[in-house]
């Protein structure tokens, strides 16, 4: 299975970016890296996805490295509302669509 | 945006008894839904994949007979937990696939919080 490895947690101040980076070494070449991020006490919720290029949405911006080995969320001023836990999620590889959740990224962000 | 939503939010039941969640897609249509399961400050873990009109896959270790799935429709899936014990108290998440021509994505709801007495 097609694993990701994040940090546990990481801290930033409001209204600066934050960098959450996600490793994913065995990615396949079909795989979508895709991002969400929960809430306590609640389901996650989507955040971006991407192949290969670049992306960016109204929430985030998806770096992702050219090797496609790795990839970074960005949030480009962080607020105390994007206080949660991200993951990063590879799309099984075997066809079936499933995700396989890692441990996450628990984001503080301090007033 | 996609949504799912769950019903019920919370519920407590006592050991022995039933309890039936469901699971909406609101605005599209999903041919596969998923269900999740989480403990305290754990991650999500998957149960099944749903798939409309056909059985539901299970994940190794979950009993297919305990937690029992139906997709009858394109945007509704079921899981009941039968004779639901206190270690089945946990937090029941789905999720529905949406299909495009540029997206391949699950929504997830909001969850439902068990609690077996």
């Known amino acids: 299975d097609a694993k990701t490895t994040q940090p546990n947690s990481m801290e930033s101040n409001e209204e600066e970016p934050v960098h959450l980076p996600c490793n994913h070494s065995?990615?396949?070449?079909?795989?979508?890296i895709h991002w969400y991020r929960q809430l306590p006490s609640q389901g996650p919720e989507y955040v971006i996805h991407?192949?290969?290029s670049n992306v960016n949405n109204r929430m985030a911006s998806l770096a992702i490295a050219e090797d496609r080995k790795s990839s970074t969320l960005i949030l480009h001023r962080a607020t105390l509302r994007d206080a949660a836990v991200y993951y990063c999620?590879?799309?099984?590889?075997?066809?079936?669509?499933?995700?396989?959740f890692g441990t996450g990224t628990r984001l503080k962000v301090l007033a | 945006g996609a949504v799912v939503s769950q019903h019920p939010s919370r519920v407590i039941c006592k050991s022995g008894t039933s309890v039936k969640i469901e699971c909406r897609s609101l605005d599209f249509q999903a041919t596969t839904m998923f269900w999740y399961r989480q403990f305290p400050k754990q991650s999500l873990m998957l149960m099944a994949t749903s798939n409309e009109g056909s059985k539901a896959t299970y994940e190794q270790g979950v009993e297919k007979d305990k937690f029992l799935i139906n997709h009858a429709s394109l945007t509704l899936s079921t899981l009941t937990v039968t004779s639901a014990h206190p270690e089945d108290s946990s937090f029941y998440i789905c999720s529905a696939r949406r299909q495009g021509l540029y997206t391949d994505t699950q929504y997830f709801g909001p969850g439902t919080r068990l609690t077996v007495l």
């Open positions: 991407g192949l290969t």
């Open positions: 065995t990615i396949s070449g079909t795989d979508y």
């Open positions: 999620i590879l799309r099984d590889p075997s066809g079936t669509y499933k995700y396989i």
